[in-house]
């Protein structure tokens, strides 16, 4: 089990014109995309999420590798809380030495990681329509 989260978020700039060498290696973090997924389930902003192995390019050691979850929310009311909570649920199943980071997705933008993420990969978590109603409306069988 990784290290406990700092109390407050990190917020990292990458410097514009940084390289970053992306992909979706064989193996998938299963675990940690389950825990992600029942997080994102229970709130409704969350639109979609995808994930991506990121370095930087200059990084030639590999041990600057991150698991990259890249989120669509469809407002943006309780972003930090929502990614704090994401955070602490995916720590529980990153080994030592792994990390994850968090970024905001938006498709009205053009950019590299936008169009990758959603051009050649595939959303792990997508909110259906109706969902949140449908988890929130108790079930009972008639006889």
Known sequence: MADTLPAEPQE?????????LLSVPDKTPEDVLGALSGIFK??????????????EKDDKSGDGQVLLIALEFSEESEIDAIISEAAQAAMEYLGDGEHIDFCLLNP???DGLTHFLTQHTSAFYQRRLGGWLRNAIPVTEMK
């Open 12 to 20: 990292v700039m990458i410097e514009q014109g940084t390289a970053l």
């Open 42 to 55: 229970q709130h409704k902003p969350v639109r979609r999420a995808f994930w991506v192995m990121a370095q």
């Open 108 to 110: 009205d933008e053009n």
